[in-house]
């Protein structure tokens, strides 16, 4: 965003107090949608992409198809969306240096981040092999879902480094609040894919490999476009940036100690989707499909929801960055209103136009109807995640990770405590349920410890506390 949009007018060397340089709540609730509205329009293009290729894989020809990309989907949750934290840390750090304008410290953050991300990925690749085939045997499935998901891995993986590049871009791009090219190059990504998967599928006919295939494409192709996006963004006028600042020590040490604790996190949010995933495949495959159809709706609705999230995350981490502790409760208070209108807002297109969407998704009528029978809890789901959604948002931009994988290890437990308890007499309804009391305790777990970010923000004198 250009700085005369977002800047708020202190003098430089000026002390920030609390009630300086606020913008009204008016203007509070126009800052927040200006920045959420383009990162939900952005964050609403994955899912659309997910649900391409669930659409192309539900008319291939039977719900082994349709189960094979799911769980091939799984897979690369746990493998690239398991390395979140790259862009999660990447936003916490760049929103903060971005608001305390250290902008020296906002490009080695980036750069050790990429650096990063391109060694996981490399490793990744050296390993795909037994990686993939553990991981789909012990989410489970039939021979031929698993057979499915295998060949949609192998076409897919070879995009590692470069989908976990990404991440690092867009955590950059939202950091700085540049909402408008994270927009751009997250279309730019899916109409790559969209283009793909159609061309290879029905073009070339390569099947569930040409789904995979098509994905490794745009994740290629999009960080051609964020490295040229990085280097036209790059801060002007400072020093070359030398090795031994990539590598200092106190902040490789931060790095890794919040990579570390989002990636804890993180692992804790898939192993709950895997462990979901693998008593619905126990269900047979019907069962399965129906379920992972369904998660489209809750993806969906999450990435939308993740749009005031992420906006937390840089107004809080510039209010932090600033020392403002007003703009933290504000930017809090707003886009926690924002988002429960918006949970709302889905909850009724899912109720009324749910039946509409699984007709769309899926021709085969075994699965429309298991579908058609479990969408009441897909359709209540974002009244009751919201809030975890949320309040993720605002410790990722604390960049208070210890908290956030604490509370995450507790939803878990409730999780798996009920799932245990509710699967065996209510059977596939059960499993819905304890979904939405892991989601339920998300937010539970998390909104008592939100005043303690509020009360470590010390005042600062800055030149100006966000753009």
Partial sequence: MGRGRFAVGVRAGARLSDAQALPDQRGWHRRVLTLAFPIVLANLTQPILGAVDTAVAGHLGSAADLGGVALGGLFFNFVFWGFGFLRMGTTGLVAQAHGAREFAALRANVVRALLLAFAIGIVILLIQSPVIRYTLAAIGGSVEVQHNATIYCLARIGSAPFALANYVVLGYLLGTQRVRIALASQIFIN?????????????????????????????????????????????????????????????????????????????????????????????????????????????????????????????????????????????????????????????????????????????????????????????????????????????????????????????????????????????????????????????????????????????????????
């Fill in 191 to 467: 109409l790559v894919n969209v283009a793909a998967v159609l061309g290879y599928v029905y073009g070339l006919g390569w099947g569930i490999a040409g789904i995979g295939a098509a994905t490794a494409t745009a994740d290629a192709l999009g960080f051609v476009f964020g490295a040229c996006v990085l280097w036209r963004l790059r801060p002007r006028g400072l020093a070359p940036l030398a090795l031994r600042t990539v590598l200092e020590p106190a902040a490789v040490k931060r790095l890794v100690v919040l990579n570390r604790d989002i990636f804890l996190r993180t692992l804790c949010l898939l192993g709950s989707f895997g462990w979901f995933a693998h008593l619905g495949a126990a269900q047979g495959d019907a069962i399965l499909a129906a379920n992972a159809l369904l998660l489209n709706f809750q993806t969906f609705m999450a990435y939308g929801l993740d749009g005031f999230a992420h906006a937390a995350e840089a107004l809080v981490g510039a209010a932090i960055g600033a020392g403002n502790r007003t703009a933290f409760r504000e930017a809090v208070k707003v886009n926690l209103f924002w988002s429960a209108l918006g949970a709302f807002g889905f909850s009724v297109v899912y109720w009324v136009c749910g039946p509409w969407i699984i007709g769309q998704l899926t021709d085969q009528p075994a699965v429309r109807t298991a579908a058609l029978t479990f969408l009441p809890w897909a359709a209540l789901s974002p009244l009751i995640s919201v809030w975890g959604f949320l309040l993720d948002g605002v410790f990722i931009g604390a960049t208070r990770t210890r908290e956030l994988m604490h509370a995450m290890v507790v939803s878990l437990a409730v999780f798996l405590g009920a799932s245990w308890a509710l699967v065996g007499p209510l059977g596939n309804h059960g499993l819905w349920i304890a979904l939405l009391v892991f989601m339920a305790a998300r937010g539970l777990t998390l909104s008592p410890l939100v005043p303690r970010i509020s009360g470590a923000i010390e005042p600062r004198p800055l030149h100006g506390w966000a753009e």
